[in-house]
């Protein structure tokens, strides 16, 4: 069974920082690029980062680059974000994914998901 497992969120002031974690069992995890995706009601699910299983190589959104990181621990079988500096719009589920290829941005290049962590930011 695969399973990817999120936690870490939570309700958080503006300005505030966060990092969720992805617990990933059931595949080869050091084979699969892990990202990380965002949705609010209504709206498209959001591309936020990814980690190339391949060579470490990680890809941003623009509307989080310089405050989210993306990190591996391929022996704990788990991926990170860390996000720093949060606004209410970051307010969202946010949710990992992996993806047999070595680049993927697109959702449908993900083969797995988890069902996500609410983060609200509110004052």
């Known amino acids: 069974q695969v399973q990817l497992v999120e936690s870490g969120g939570g309700l958080v002031q503006p300005g505030d920082s966060l990092r969720l974690s992805c617990a990933v069992s059931?595949?080869?995890?050091?084979?699969?690029?892990m990202g990380w995706y965002r949705q609010v009601p209504g709206k498209e699910r959001e591309f936020l980062a990814a980690h190339s299983y391949r060579d470490g190589h990680a890809n941003y959104a623009n509307s989080v680059r310089g405050r989210f990181t993306i990190s591996r621990d391929n022996d704990k079988n788990t991926v990170y974000l860390q996000m720093n500096n949060l606004k209410p719009e970051d307010t969202a589920v946010y949710s990992c994914?992996?993806?047999?290829?070595?680049?993927?941005?697109?959702?449908?290049?993900?083969?797995?998901w988890g069902q996500g962590t609410q983060v609200t930011v509110s004052s």
């Open positions: 994914a992996a993806s047999g290829q070595s680049r993927a941005t697109t959702s449908y290049e993900y083969d797995y």
């Open positions: 059931g595949l080869r995890f050091r084979l699969y690029t």
